[in-house]
């Protein structure tokens, strides 16, 4: 499955340029999971590399297809200087081992939640996973696997996390909308929930 890697990887290079740090963690009983740091204009992107190696599968499933299922990378885009956010590498990681630890299969709407702070002084545990397409094409993968898909991540505060539980990501996304939140901005406060 290297070979995917090194075409995600690629497709990464393509879209947001040369990566200037990036950084591996290993879990027990998981494959390696980078994260490329890549800096443009003031806004500090991380990408994982190595969630995509394996087809996503339902952990209903007794034994996991070696080749159909989805797969995709996270993607966490943040405005630089404001705060530590190379901290958030282990915890990328962390949700990019979860398909693997926990069999969940990571998709747009889902909330991922590492319950710890995303790095030092954040008001964040968990993320909203978005839609793919943005920032970063699909990856395009040969039959019968599943193209590469690139979520956005992105940043929730416990009292987001529990609203969006009750009401959903898209009135979320919507508040959010609605009242002009910076959801790169790494200090940024929680929307109004009232």
């Given amino acids: ?33 980078e994260v490329l740091r890549f800096v443009d204009s003031g806004v500090v992107r991380y990408a994982t590399l190595g969630m995509s190696a394996q087809p996503m599968a339902d952990p209903t499933t007794v034994v996991a297809d070696p080749l159909r299922g989805p797969r995709a990378e996270l993607l966490l885009s943040v405005r630089g200087g404001l705060a530590d956010t ?21 998709a747009p709407g889902a909330s991922l939640d590492v319950g710890d ?25 040969d039959e019968p696997r599943e193209p590469v898909r690139f979520l956005p991540l992105l940043p929730m505060t416990p009292n987001e996390a529990a609203w969006k539980r009750v009401h959903g990501a898209e009135a979320l996304e919507k508040r959010w909308l609605e009242h002009g939140t910076d959801l790169r901005d790494p200090l940024r406060p929680g929307v109004p929930l009232d």
Avoid at 86 to 106: C, F
Avoid at 124 to 130: D, N, P
């Fill in 1 to 33: 499955m290297s070979d995917v890697l090194e075409l995600v990887e690629a497709r990464l290079r393509t879209a947001l340029g040369e990566p200037d740090a990036r950084a591996a963690v290993t879990f027990l009983g998981t494959d390696r999971i």
């Fill in 117 to 141: 702070p995303l790095w030092p002084g954040a008001s964040f545990t968990s993320v909203l996973v978005a839609a793919p397409g943005g920032l970063v094409e699909d990856l395009e993968l």
């Fill in 86 to 106: 190379d901290k958030v590498l282990r915890p990328l990681a962390v949700l990019a081992a979860s398909p693997q630890v926990e069999g969940v299969v990571v």
